[in-house]
């Protein structure tokens, strides 16, 4: 299983509304104790039914089981999860609350990713190219888009940036870039784990002089604390977090568009992407990554 995959699938989720039931459940994952967890389940949907909590609950049940690699038991509880959300669509918009595209979301990546590991790749990549036709105008997008990159994104073209604006009006042409290795390093101005990033692609950049960093962004609505921002607002923050966190990045250029985070399917942050002189993508990494894994990927197509 690709090695970023299990770290997201027992990542933290971002929302501190999360039900009990998943609380415990998860909790439950994370000691290897299926059965309790499945009781716990069973024993919540006897009183509540079908309920939003209980296919988020379920569709923690096939992540866990894909991350530790029990395909059929990951394959029956996504097959679950979906069934519980298809039935709750009927009923209401899927971006009508916050857990019911985290329930189905995961129930459409965890099947994606058990035909992945049992070698049926291409249908893997079709299924998900069905799912992103049906459901790429929700919130999903950018997290079916990320699976779909993470089984063949790897070894084509990069994808266009297509900024619809540039932070400080710093913009680059993109024919600059012709030529050289490329590093995108996309974040979010809240993602603590972009910031504990940024000394790793710094030292790189000055480690490697054929390696060129570009750091994709994007708007989100609002400011620290969560407080509702415009766009001339949030642009003035992400500055000050850039200035307050990114020094060692001085001068990289940052592009901001939710059209990048489209493409490249950012659910993750932060997502490191790798493309060579050629323009061929030869890393996509949504997550994290110590400086000595970026550093064996960089060397080969940068050099020293």
């Known amino acids: 299983m690709h090695s970023s995959l299990v ?8 929302s501190a509304a999360t039900a009990n039931l998943v609380t415990d459940v998860r909790t439950l994952i994370a000691r290897q ?12 949907r006897a009183r509540a039914g079908g309920s939003v909590e209980v296919a988020e609950a379920v569709s923690w049940l096939g992540r866990g089981a894909l991350a530790s690699g029990q395909l059929d038991r990951a394959e029956r509880y996504a097959a679950e999860a979906r069934k519980l959300s298809l039935d709750l669509l009927r009923t209401r918009p899927l971006d009508a609350e916050k857990h019911l595209p985290l329930a189905f979301g995961a129930s459409i990546e965890v099947h994606a990713q058990v035909l992945a590991a049992r070698g049926e790749r291409s249908e893997a990549v079709a299924f998900l190219r069905g799912e992103l036709a049906a459901y790429g105008n929700t919130s999903i997008h ?3 888009r990320k699976n779909i990159n993470l089984l063949s994104l790897e070894g084509k073209p990069a994808p266009p940036l297509a900024a619809e604006r540039w932070l400080d009006g710093k913009a680059v042409p993109l024919t600059d870039l012709r030529g050289r290795t490329v590093l995108l390093f996309l974040w ?21 002089s054929g390696l060129a960093v570009v750091g ?3 708007l989100y609505g609002y400011v620290g604390g969560g407080i509702d921002a415009s766009p001339a607002e949030e642009l003035k923050y992400i500055g000050e977090v850039k200035q307050k966190y990114y ?9 901001v568009g ?3 985070f489209r493409s490249y399917g950012v659910s993750t942050t932060p997502t490191l992407v790798l ?13 994290a990554m110590t400086q000595g894994e970026l550093a064996a990927r960089v060397e080969p197509l940068a050099g020293r």
């Open 142 to 144: 950018e997290r079916i």
């Open 275 to 287: 493309i060579d002189r050629a323009g061929i993508v030869r890393l996509y990494h949504p997550g």
């Open 247 to 255: 020094g060692s990045l001085a001068g990289m250029p940052v592009p």
């Open 258 to 260: 939710a059209s990048i």
């Open 216 to 218: 994709p962004t994007r």
């Open 33 to 44: 104790d299926f059965a309790s967890a499945e009781k716990q389940v069973a024993d919540y």
């Open 7 to 14: 770290a997201l699938l027992l990542a933290p989720l971002a």
């Open 188 to 208: 979010a101005h809240w993602c603590g784990d972009c910031k504990a990033m940024a000394p790793v692609v710094a030292a790189l950049r000055q480690q490697y």
